[in-house]
């Protein structure tokens, strides 16, 4: 079991950055492929990034790629999103989720989610 709890979402203009962060508690950190996911209101979840266990992979949803980068630091047991050139269609609450050991099934079937942390961007 693990827990997953994101911060960092906030209202900011188009063009702008923000830092999503996900703190971890539960069993070893290390052993989970780690992910973002968002849902903008009248709208499905969309996959947005995804990283394996030693953050030596990435992959990204061809909405975010060249804008967002995640990384992940093992010791602190947290994973972040950066995301960067931030538009107006950005705007939902975005997901922490959590996987074990598997990376490919990180971008599609999580194990574990977190509660969501709102992103806005103003045009």
């Known amino acids: 079991q693990v827990q997953l709890v994101e911060s960092g979402g906030e209202l900011v203009q188009a063009g702008g950055s923000l830092r999503l962060s996900c703190a971890a508690s539960g069993r070893a950190f290390g052993t989970y492929a780690m992910g973002w996911f968002r849902q903008a209101p009248g709208k499905e979840r969309e996959f947005v990034a995804a990283?394996?266990?030693?953050?030596?992979?990435?992959y990204y949803g061809d909405s975010v790629k060249s804008r967002f980068t995640i990384s992940r630091a093992n010791a602190e047991n947290t994973v972040y999103l950066q995301m960067n050139s931030l538009k107006p269609e950005d705007t939902a609450v975005y997901f922490c989720?959590?996987?074990?050991?598997?990376?490919?099934?990180?971008?599609?079937?999580?194990?574990?989610w977190g509660q969501g942390t709102q992103v806005t961007v103003s045009s």
């Open positions: 989720t959590a996987t074990w050991r598997d990376f490919i099934v990180s971008m599609t079937t999580p194990d574990y």
């Open positions: 990283i394996n266990r030693s953050g030596g992979m990435t």
